[in-house]
C-alpha cells in the first residue's frame, strides 16, 4: 500500500524559530513531492513543490528531498504565529495526471 | 497561477436530499479532476478522479452510486451527493492539476446533513 508518513504532531515552536517538518514515503518510484498548509476550515495552499534531490528556497521555506532515503523535509526559518497550521505532504507516485497520497499531516504551533 | 473555484462553500440539507457540488477551472483545461473527503482532524481522503468525457474512478469503498460525479467539459466538474444522510457531513474539495503549476485545490465545501 502507498503511505506517506507524518508526525501528527503538535510540533510548538517559539517565534522567530525555525520549524522542521518531515515525511516519509514508501513507494521509491514517486515522482514529485508537495508541501500544503492547511488552516482549520480552509482547503490545503501549496507550499512548496520539489522533483530533484537536494534543496529548494523559496522565502523563509525550504524543503529539502532525499530520494535514497524516501524522505522529504520542509523548514521553515524566523517562524511566524501565523504559520500555525497543519502542514500536509504530499506525493505524486504515479506521476502523470493521478491523484496525490496525503500524509496524515503535522500540526505546527508557533508561540508568540 | 491555476484558479479552481468550487461552489458552494457551505451547505446544509436534510438527511434524504441531494446536493450538488461545483468545481471549476478557471483559466485553464482541467482534463483530470480529482474530488477528496476530509472529515474533523483527519488528513485528506481521495473519493475518485474524474476525467473529462469517461466515466470517473472511485476509491475502494466509495459508492459510485451515492456519489455521482460528472465531468461534463474541461472545466467544470460536479459531485452529486445522493439521498445525504448525516454521517455524509464533511469537507469536500476538488482539485486539478496543469503541467507545470502542480495541483491546486478548490475552497472547498462544507457539508452538513440534519
Known amino acids: 500500500q502507498k503511505e506517506v508518513e507524518q508526525n501528527s504532531g503538535p510540533l510548538s515552536v517559539p517565534e522567530g524559530a525555525i520549524a522542521s517538518l518531515n515525511c516519509t514515503y514508501s513507494?521509491?518510484?514517486?515522482?514529485?513531492f508537495f508541501w500544503y498548509r492547511q488552516y482549520s476550515g480552509k482547503s490545503p495552499e501549496l507550499i512548496m513543490s520539489i522533483y530533484s534531490n537536494g534543496d529548494k528556497e523559496d522565502g523563509r521555506f525550504t524543503a529539502q528531498l532525499n530520494k535514497a532515503s524516501q524522505y522529504v523535509s520542509l523548514l521553515i526559518r524566523d517562524s511566524q504565529p501565523s504559520d500555525s497550521a497543519t502542514y500536509l505532504c504530499?506525493?505524486?507516485?504515479?506521476?502523470?495526471?493521478?491523484?496525490?497520497?496525503f500524509g496524515k499531516g503535522t500540526r505546527l504551533s508557533v508561540i508568540a | 497561477g491555476a484558479v479552481v473555484s468550487q461552489h458552494p462553500s457551505r451547505v446544509i440539507c436534510k438527511s434524504g436530499t441531494s446536493v450538488k457540488i461545483e468545481c471549476r477551472s478557471l483559466?485553464?483545461?482541467?482534463?483530470?479532476m480529482f474530488w477528496y473527503r476530509q472529515f474533523p482532524k483527519k488528513s485528506l481522503m481521495l473519493m475518485a478522479t474524474?476525467?473529462?468525457?469517461?466515466?470517473?474512478?472511485?476509491e475502494q469503498g466509495v459508492e459510485k452510486d451515492k456519489f455521482l460525479i460528472n465531468h461534463a467539459s474541461l472545466t467544470l466538474s460536479t459531485l452529486t451527493v445522493t439521498s445525504a444522510h448525516p454521517e455524509d457531513s464533511s469537507f469536500y474539495i476538488c482539485?486539478?492539476?496543469?503541467?507545470?503549476?502542480?495541483?491546486?485545490f478548490g475552497s472547498g465545501t462544507r457539508l452538513t446533513v440534519v
Open positions: 504530499a506525493v505524486n507516485i504515479q506521476g502523470g495526471n493521478t491523484p496525490l497520497v
Open positions: 474524474s476525467n473529462e468525457g469517461s466515466k470517473a474512478t472511485y
Open positions: 513507494d521509491r518510484g514517486s515522482q514529485s
Open positions: 483559466d485553464f483545461q482541467a482534463t483530470t
Open positions: 482539485s486539478a492539476t496543469l503541467t507545470g503549476e502542480g495541483y491546486t
